[in-house]
């Protein structure tokens, strides 16, 4: 199994707190991702990141911001956290294969629930 | 508006028979395709790819169709286990970014012993 964890794996907080979710590989994969899965949406990209310091916005990147100083490492903040934040989180990586496609790996997920 | 479409939420098939999972994509540019299979509480879990330029890749119990021409990939499990029981997305890639994936919402399947 790809060497990624995800911390907390559950957290319930309180609307309007800011809230900081951690993703670490040890797989060394230059592409880290964060996705949030909610029924009926599957799994929707937030910001994904492709190098240190280098991040992209996702498909519903809004309210979320995203940070990597580490190869390893890649947080999810939520600066103000808001009830339709409530979701499971989901971290994964990929590594670059110039001219092939490539699979991504996923962490175990983190349940937030916004009270 | 998603680019990646599973129109079928559940699916429930006996055991030993054929699993048939349909996906649907938009955009024409898309030219990598993926299955995963996620169980509950856990992450989800590569299964098998297919590349635009073939139209089917075999993984032991697993196959996947891909008609470019009517933007539509199939994922086919035979024969079907009790443990396939699962949420399978299909994911697609490409638009000149190969490494942004875009996903389905996911098909429920059931396997009935």
């Known amino acids: 199994d790809a060497g990624i964890t995800q911390s907390p794996r559950h957290k319930v907080t309180e609307t309007g707190t800011p809230v900081t979710l951690r993703c670490h590989q040890t797989e060394n994969h230059r592409y880290m991702y964060w996705y949030r899965q909610d029924p009926g949406h599957g799994l929707r990209l937030i910001h994904y990141s492709y190098g240190v310091k280098d991040t992209d916005k996702g498909e519903v990147s809004d309210g979320y911001s995203v940070s990597r100083s580490k190869t390893e490492d890649f947080l999810l903040t939520l600066e103000s956290a808001t009830s339709s934040q409530t979701s499971v989180y989901f971290c994964?990586?990929?590594?670059?294969?110039?001219?092939?496609?490539?699979?991504?790996?996923f962490g175990p997920g983190t349940r937030l629930t916004v009270l | 508006d998603q680019q990646v479409k599973q129109n079928s939420p559940s699916l429930s098939v006996q055991e030993g028979r054929i699993s048939i999972l349909n996906c649907d994509y938009t955009n024409s540019m898309f030219d990598y395709f993926l299955w995963y299979k996620k169980y509950p509480a856990e992450g989800p879990t590569f299964l098998i790819s297919i590349s635009s330029i073939k139209d089917k890749n075999e993984d032991g119990r697993f196959t996947v169709f891909l008609n470019k021409s009517a933007k539509h990939l199939s994922l086919h499990i035979v024969p079907s286990q009790p443990g396939d029981s699962a949420v399978y997305f299909c994911?697609?890639?490409?638009?000149?970014?190969?490494?942004?994936?875009?996903f389905g919402s996911g098909t429920k399947l059931n396997v009935k012993p």
């Open positions: 994911a697609a890639s490409g638009v000149g970014n190969f490494n942004k994936f875009y």
């Open positions: 994964a990586i990929s590594e670059s294969r110039r001219g092939v496609g490539n699979e991504q790996f």
